[in-house]
């Protein structure tokens, strides 16, 4: 539906909406005078601000005693480790017929070395030996930290 300027006139008038103010009612007032006068207001010199120039002390290198250099803080924090004997991929419907007695192949070989992960890092790789009646991992190859740091890219 359009509508033709006569009628949108029409429904103008009928909502009462009065003309807008001009933005600024000075400006209606505002003389070319006062534009000069404003203009020479702004030529007027005022008192030059003093500026000097930043002065900073020379960084010196600060020899930290030997104590404040030991990593002893760092022998407590928490860290997660974990041995990968091996993985595999499978679908929900094979989990759940899962039982006892079940055996799931993994991608490793059997006397292949198992991963030793910390804070999921590869950093080792090693056997497994028993030692008290439980297992244990014996390292074999320790990552180094080239090798890790290829690792990341």
């Known amino acids: 539906m359009t509508m033709e300027q006569n009628e949108i006139d029409a429904m103008l008038k ?6 807008t103010p001009a933005e600024n009612p000075k400006d209606e007032e505002l003389k070319w005078d006062d534009v000069q006068q404003e203009m020479e207001q702004s030529k007027i ?13 020379e960084i ?29 991929r499978m679908l929900i419907s094979e989990l759940l ?4 007695g079940s055996v799931i192949e993994m991608t490793k070989l059997a006397g292949e070395p198992m991963d030793v992960y910390v804070n999921q890092r590869l950093i ?30």
Do not use: C, Y
């Open 14 to 19: 009928g909502m009462d909406i009065a003309e």
């Open 45 to 57: 010199a005022r008192p030059p601000v003093e500026v000097t120039p930043a002065s900073f002390e």
């Open 60 to 88: 010196k290198k600060v020899e930290l005693p030997k104590s404040a250099l030991d990593l002893d803080f760092i022998l407590d924090i928490p860290l997660f480790l974990h041995v990968e004997l091996g993985n595999t």
């Open 97 to 100: 017929q899962l039982g006892q």
């Open 124 to 153: 080792a790789r090693g056997e497994v030996v028993v030692v008290n009646e439980k297992f244990g991992v014996r390292l074999t190859d320790i990552i180094s930290p080239a090798e890790r740091i290829n690792k990341l890219k």
